[in-house]
Structure formats: C-alpha cells, structure tokens
C-alpha cells in the first residue's frame, strides 16, 4: 500500500545532542512536509518542498533543518535539542492540486532528556 | 493570514448518538478547500471529510457530514450513530487555492469522547 513511513515511532535524545528524524513515502508526492505537534495542540508547520524548492515557515527555530535528498525521502534534523522541542513530529505528503489533502505519517515523537 | 478556529476544547457523546463539531475561519479568498481531520490517540492522521468552498452541496461521507456556511465562514462537523472508535482529536484545517499556498492551517481540535 503506498503510504507515508515515518522512523523511528520513538526517539530519546540528549539535550543538546543532535537528532535526525526520517521521512519516506511510496505516493510520489512533490510536497512534503515536516510539523511539530505538541500535546493538545494543533500541528505547527515548520517546513515544507516543493520538488527541491525548500520553503521554510518564518517562525520556524534555526534549531530545525530539513533535507530532501529525493522525492521519497525527507529528514528532519535538530541540531541542538532543547527540552521545548519534544513534542511529536509528523510528516505529511501531497499533490499540489489543493483539494488532494494530505497524507500523514504515523509521527515520531521526541523526547529530550 | 487565514486563520481556523475550533471552541469546543473537548466534546462528548454517547455511542450510536449524534455530535456536531464546530469550526469557523478567516479568509478574504473565494475559493478554497476545508478538511476535517481525525488523530487517534497515538496514531496517525487521517482524512474524514473535505469540502470544496465554490460547492454549495455539503460533503458527506458514511456517518459524516459537513454543515458549510459559505456567508458565515462555518464549517461544522457532525457524527451520527457515533461509534467507539469515533474518540480522537478532530481537526478543522483549511487550504488556499492561491498557487504556492501548499500548506494547510489547522485549529486547535476538539477531543471527542464516544461514551458506551
């Protein structure tokens, strides 16, 4: 089934300690994109691509990087973790066509101790 | 900006009863799309419904409808026959038609307890 795979489920890092979350899709959407959830919020958009086209949301920490290295993959690196930033991260793909949605991945959520 | 409100934090119903989700938003665009999303506890989001705004028809999908207020900027959800596997967050989001408006904005949600 295509779909969106986020890895791992689970990730404990150290404060300060650099992390990459990954991201892959069957679906070969052109869009994909990186948010942080956390608990009883909404999802907060960090970034997202266009193709290679990297868009990066305004309020979005220096902290968060991103990197697209091909239509099926797509990483989400904190360079330094502090304890604000656990929360859950989800990856999302689409279509350009507005009206497609989108289609989640199962999220990972970070812990900073 | 478009922003999406949603001010019921949490809601509740008992199983095989109706519940109406609220959600209203803020734009200066004619044309776009509305989503109501569900996120189990600890799963993944997923699509329930969507609505194109130039459709007057109100989407509906099984057991979920939509009630789109164009005039009002209202885009309420509503459940019937509310089943167990009913209890998530539902998300309100809306979507631009504007090229290069990829993103989705979100509200708040609204935890849905489905009581036996």
């Known amino acids: 089934d295509a779909m969106v795979i986020q890895n791992p489920r689970y990730q404990v890092t150290q404060f300060g300690k650099p992390v990459t979350l990954s991201c892959s899709q069957t679906?070969?959407?052109?869009?994909m994109y990186w948010y942080q959830q956390k608990s009883s919020q909404a999802p907060k958009l960090l970034f997202h691509y266009y193709d290679k086209d990297f868009n990066n949301e305004a309020d979005t920490p220096d902290n968060f990087q991103s990197r697209r290295p091909n239509t099926s993959f797509c990483f989400l690196d904190i360079r330094s973790p502090g304890l604000g930033d656990a929360a859950m991260y989800l990856c999302?793909?689409?279509?350009?066509?507005?009206?497609?949605?989108?289609?989640f991945g199962s999220g990972t959520r970070l812990t900073v101790v | 900006a478009q922003t999406v409100t949603q001010s019921q934090p949490e809601m509740s119903v008992q199983e095989a009863e109706t519940v109406t989700l609220s959600c209203t938003y803020d734009?200066?665009?004619?044309?776009?799309?509305l989503f109501w999303y569900k996120q189990p506890p600890s799963r993944q989001m997923i699509l329930v419904i969507r609505q194109e705004a130039y459709k007057q028809q109100n989407a509906t999908e099984n057991r979920f409808s939509v009630n789109f207020q164009k005039a009002a900027k209202s885009f309420s959800l509503k459940i019937s026959d509310s089943q167990l596997g009913d209890a998530a967050m539902y998300f309100c989001?809306?979507?631009?038609?504007?090229?290069?408006?990829?993103?989705?904005?979100f509200g708040k949600g609204t935890k849905l307890t489905v009581n036996p």
């Open positions: 734009t200066s665009e004619s044309d776009y799309y």
């Open positions: 679906l070969n959407h052109n869009v």
């Open positions: 999302a793909t689409s279509t350009r066509q507005t009206g497609a949605g989108y289609t």
């Open positions: 989001a809306y979507r631009s038609l504007k090229g290069g408006s990829e993103k989705l904005v």
